[in-house]
């Protein structure tokens, strides 16, 4: 009768060619995360995501989705194609970072300047940014979290299931681990 | 994620029901009543409360998912007990752009004839409705009251409807 969302599962497997990863694609524990680039949240889970990462090291593969929720954050979807833009540069992860590092400097003066630090093609990188290239990839990456059961931002999957506890280091840190073993 | 509230959950009126009608105020002067989208599938989203964490959450995703929804060319409606003036602040302040429906006076009580209605909370339940064009209940689901339901099971339900599939 009623659908439960409890339990709910990764829709769209993670795959090499198409994901943004971090880690060894033969990690024993997969972590992913929807996130939005202006959602102050996930911005919280930033340094929390880094620690794991070092403390798991080569045990964890870390993937990054698009959940950009414009309604709310009227950045997001441009920030979403702006990191979107760097890794057809192939510098996805440089420009990921930046842009948590500077969640409230999300205008198009300020992406356009990541991308000068970064080193972008910026010709380029506005053009797509004004052509909107990748909207059409930031909207699978939403759909396969709303498909996925993501409720909000940022929403984690853990070796493809929801983790629905809270994401504090030790919590995520143990559920990881749980997965692993 | 609040466990105690899992328990006293209500149990929606299950697919195949008949959608009870009304007639809800959705601004100071205007109403609107289910009985208006017939030939359509509505989405009811009964939810607590106007700008608390959770539902603001839910509707900004379910507004995020508009176009989706139109797809079906199916009507969101979201239901609270707040009243009118409270609900246009909400929509303006979270750029909000489907009807919410102000089920005030008497309080709860459309609330209540889709077993969505939380007595000791005096507010709705989280409980999501998809209805058919002929007003009969395709899909509905009642979520802890703390936990936002997401969407996928609205997709799923209008995808089933599209498809003809029984319930």
């Avoid at chain 1, 920030?79 to 057809?88: H, L, M, N, T």
């Avoid at chain 2, 409270?86 to 929509?91: N, V």
């Avoid at chain 2, 709705?124 to 509905?140: F, K, N, P, T």
Wanted: aromatic share 10%; charged share 25%.
């Amino acid at each position: 009768m009623s659908r439960t969302q409890w339990g709910a599962t990764l829709t769209m497997p993670v795959t090499e060619d198409r994901d943004h990863i971090q880690g060894p694609a033969d990690a024993p524990v997969t972590l992913l995360e929807y996130g939005d680039y202006e959602c102050p949240y996930c911005g919280a889970a930033y340094p929390i995501i880094k620690e794991v990462q070092a403390r798991m090291g080569e045990r964890l593969r870390f993937v990054f989705r698009n959940f950009p929720i414009t309604t709310s954050h009227p950045h997001a979807e441009q920030a979403a194609e702006a990191a979107e833009g760097a890794a057809q540069q192939g510098r996805f992860w440089e420009m990921h970072d930046v842009l948590y590092e500077n969640q409230r400097r999300l205008g198009e003066s300020d992406l356009r300047s990541y991308a000068e630090t970064l080193g972008l093609d910026v010709e380029q990188f506005d053009k797509e940014l004004a052509e909107h290239v990748h909207a059409a990839r930031v909207r699978e990456d939403f759909m396969s979290g709303v498909r996925s059961g993501v409720n909000g931002t940022p929403g984690f999957y853990i070796n493809g299931a929801r983790h629905d506890d809270s994401y504090d280091v030790a919590t995520l840190l143990a559920a990881l681990e749980r997965a692993a073993a | 994620m609040t466990n105690a509230s899992v328990d006293s959950r209500s149990t929606p009126l299950p697919p195949g029901s008949e959608a009870p009608d009304f007639t809800l105020p959705s601004t100071p002067d205007q109403s609107v009543s289910l009985t208006d989208f017939r030939g359509q599938p509505v989405i009811l989203a009964f939810y607590p409360e106007d700008f608390s964490p959770v539902c603001s959450d839910q509707l900004a995703l379910y507004q995020e998912l508009l176009p989706e929804f139109q797809k079906f060319n199916a009507e969101l409606l979201g239901i609270s007990v707040d009243g009118v003036w409270c609900h246009l602040a909400f929509a303006k302040d979270r750029n909000l752009h489907f009807p919410l429906l102000s089920d005030f006076e008497p309080k709860g009580e459309v609330s209540r004839t889709y077993h969505a209605y939380r007595t000791e909370d005096g507010t709705s339940e989280r409980a999501l409705y998809v209805i058919d064009g002929e007003g009969i209940v395709r899909w509905s689901y009642v979520s802890p009251v703390g936990l936002n339901p997401g969407a996928d099971g609205i997709l799923s339900a209008l995808e089933d409807m599209e498809k003809g599939v029984a319930q």
